[in-house]
């Protein structure tokens, strides 16, 4: 049951992308820790999860946020699934320091854009 109302939830949330980004904004815009400053204690070490949430939120928001608008085929789910990508990679994996780095630039470093790019277009020839 519970199995089912996630997977529910899950693909109503993917079919209203609008509905999403307004209730990622409303979290964004609660007092929490997310809207804490992003600090690094050891650039060096893995990031998380939750970095990577942070970071497709940041750009998603860019009018609130004074960042360059992404073009329109790459959402929240393209760039989570990017960067959780780059987290899992064995030989260089994504660290806090890179995340730091991201988070801090006016707009998505342009290689990872045009890899989101790409990819989608591969999937887009399997199907």
């Not at 089912?4 to 949330?13: A, D, G, T, V």
């Not at 994504?94 to 890899?115: C, M, Y």
Request: charged residues 30%.
């Amino acid at each position: 049951m519970k199995n089912e109302l996630s997977k529910e939830l899950e693909n109503f949330l993917k079919s209203n992308p609008e509905l999403l980004e307004q209730l990622g904004s409303k979290l964004l815009k609660k007092k929490s820790l997310r809207n804490k400053p992003f600090e690094v204690k050891n650039p060096n070490a893995i990031s998380s999860i939750g970095m990577i949430k942070r970071i497709a939120m940041t750009f998603l928001k860019h009018t609130e946020n004074n960042k360059k608008p992404l073009p329109k085929d790459i959402n929240y789910y393209t760039i989570v699934g990017h960067f959780t990508f780059r987290l899992n990679d064995k030989k260089n994996p994504l660290t806090q320091g890179q995340v730091s780095k991201i988070l801090s630039a006016k707009s998505l470093p342009s290689s990872d854009i045009k890899a989101m790019q790409s990819y989608k277009k591969l999937k887009a020839l399997d199907t």
